[in-house]
């Protein structure tokens, strides 16, 4: 798989959270390198661990903003939010003790999961943000 590069289309136009998105996105791409060279484990884990930190932070950030606009959608998101953590932390368990094969689909799965939710979930977000304004 090859690293993504950032790009317009998945900004959200709240600065704060595109930039969340942009740093989120340089570690998911660390990891991409990192499995790619067949990095010892323990380093790649380490940079996934750097990515569910971000990630916790990131999504703190918006909720903080969807509580503060009534997002009607808020317990689902934040439903995603938490499927997310559980599913890369299961994922880091079975890449450790299944090896490449379940790295590979660990970096499927967050490169799947970026686009569907910065792309699908937070644009409607940003959607909702416009209507209000």
């Given at each position: ?14 600065e ?8 989120l ?5 660390q ?31 918006e ?6 606009h009534?997002y ?8 995603q ?19 490449p094969?379940k ?7 967050l ?11 937070d644009?409607?977000y ?5 209507i209000?304004k």
């Open positions: 798989m090859q690293p993504i590069r950032w790009n317009e289309e998945f900004k959200i136009d709240v704060e959270i595109d930039e969340q998105h942009k740093v996105l340089e570690i998911f791409n990891i991409v390198v990192s499995v790619e060279k067949k990095d010892e484990w323990m380093a790649t884990a380490s940079i996934v661990d750097s990515l569910i930190h971000h990630a916790y932070r990131h999504f703190a950030t909720e903080r903003y969807m509580i503060k009534q009607p959608d808020l317990p689902l998101h934040i439903g939010h938490l499927d997310f953590i559980k599913k890369v932390t299961t994922l880091t368990q079975e890449a450790k003790e299944k090896g094969e790295q590979k689909e660990m970096i499927a799965f490169a799947k999961w970026y686009y569907d939710h910065v792309l699908i979930v644009k409607k940003s959607q909702y943000l416009d209000k």
